[in-house]
């Protein structure tokens, strides 16, 4: 329904055009042309009829130059291998990839899972060793509290080196320990 200016509703036309007489065209350009544009209009024909009926559909168009044209949804050479072995290449490649995506994925998770937790174990260690010198008073001596803002460069790559090397004696100490007590287990 289409509404005028006078808001009094009209029907539209909704019947189908007729084509006239179908005969074929001269002109080889405006031929080429046509056969064009109604390829492209048959290929996305197809492609809609496969996503809306989740149908595997493959096609295959010849011009007037003898020239094959293909379309396949999800894709042409798998249909046809289909068609001609029943088995489903497609689908199986598909599944092996997102197998591999899913168990990479999977390795990466661990992977940071494991660093969170020897993050999460060196803050506990942390913690306990600036609560230990808090309580004996001595916080004055916990050089990684002083602030930063006013160091230069220098200053700051030293600072950042001394983190590191506490870093590692941290972690080293904490193997120690639980090589210790391992070894009493």
Known sequence: MAFD????????????????????????????????????GIFNKVTELSILCDAKTALIVTSPNNELYTCGYPNCDAVIQQLFTGKDTFEDKEKKKQEEIVETLRLEYDAIGDELEKLTEEEKIFQAINDEATKSGSILSCWWNDPIDDMDLQSLEEFKTSLEKLRLNLGSAEDEKK???????
């Open 5 to 40: 200016g006078d808001n009094n509703a009209t029907k539209l036309n909704t019947r189908k055009r007729k084509f006239g007489d179908i005969k074929k065209v001269e002109k080889s350009n405006k031929s080429h042309m046509m056969f064009s544009k109604g390829i492209i």
């Open 179 to 185: 090589l210790m007590s391992t070894l009493q287990s």
